[in-house]
T-cell receptor
Framework: DAGVIQSPRHEVTEMGQEVTLRCKPISGHDYLFWYRQTMMRGLELLIYFNNNVPIDDSGMPEDRFSAKMPNASFSTLKIQPSEPRDSAVYFC????????????FGDGTRLSIL | AQSVTQPDIHITVSEGASLELRCNYSYGATPYLFWYVQSPGQGLQLLLKYFSGDTLVQGIKGFEAEFKRSQSSFNLRKPSVHWSDAAEYFCAVNGGNKLVFGAGTILRVKS
């Protein structure tokens, strides 16, 4: 079975540009999570969805960040406008249960904002 | 709120030696506990999980972990480390809300 698929794997862009990260969860999983990983702050949960509905976005750092899940097989995380401090690795994960089942992670998108 | 502490940022062991990575959690009830491994440039891969029952759980790649309620610990162990085990290891707790990760322990294996 295919795992969680993220694209692009790497993104380099200039400050002020819009960035869109994409995620395809594992088929049948009804929870989707977006994380950010940095050296300074480790792994942070940004937002999670259940059945395509955002449940908790308290980890989203600013209004410049937005996430959508238009259907069960696709989610996006958008940053507009991007800033150098947004540089990080962004992971998407999915699971079939919020707590009882493990989350399966994609390989991440390494984002560099110049 | 739940929290996870991994007291060791780096650990170096010789190939073939035993390994124990420490994890302490804070949560009021019985938590769901996980260990993940992350190789460079990769996502997190689940090693093992604890929900209930037997406090010694077996995982992939020869890893095991023991849940000790009295010590609020969930330490990861492996009897003989291989060079391919070099990676970063994360302990995580889910108390029914969010998955909270520790800061990670980087394992170096010397030959």
């Amino acid at each position: 079975d295919a795992g969680v698929i993220q694209s692009p794997r790497h993104e380099v862009t200039e400050m002020g540009q819009e960035v869109t990260l994409r995620c395809k969860p594992i088929s049948g999983h009804d929870y989707l999570f977006w994380y950010r990983q940095t050296m300074m702050r480790g792994l942070e949960l940004l937002i999670y969805f259940n059945n395509n509905v955002p449940i908790d976005d308290s980890g989203m750092p600013e209004d410049r960040f937005s996430a959508k899940m238009p259907n069960a097989s696709f989610s996006t995380l958008k940053i507009q406008p991007s800033e150098p401090r947004d540089s990080a690795v962004y992971f998407c994960a999915s699971s079939s249960d919020r707590g009882n089942q493990p989350q399966h992670f994609g390989d991440g998108t390494r984002l560099s904002i110049l | 709120a739940q929290s996870v502490t991994q007291p060791d940022i780096h650990i170096t062991v010789s190939e073939g030696a035993s390994l124990e990575l420490r994890c302490n959690y804070s949560y009021g009830a019985t938590p769901y506990l996980f260990w993940y491994v992350q190789s460079p440039g990769q996502g997190l891969q689940l090693l093992l999980k604890y929900f209930s029952g037997d406090t010694l759980v077996q995982g992939i790649k020869g890893f095991e972990a023991e849940f000790k309620r009295s010590q609020s610990s969930f330490n990861l162990r492996k009897p003989s480390v291989h060079w391919s085990d070099a990676a970063e290891y994360f302990c995580a707790v889910n108390g029914g809300n969010k998955l909270v990760f520790g800061a990670g322990t980087i394992l170096r294996v010397k030959s």
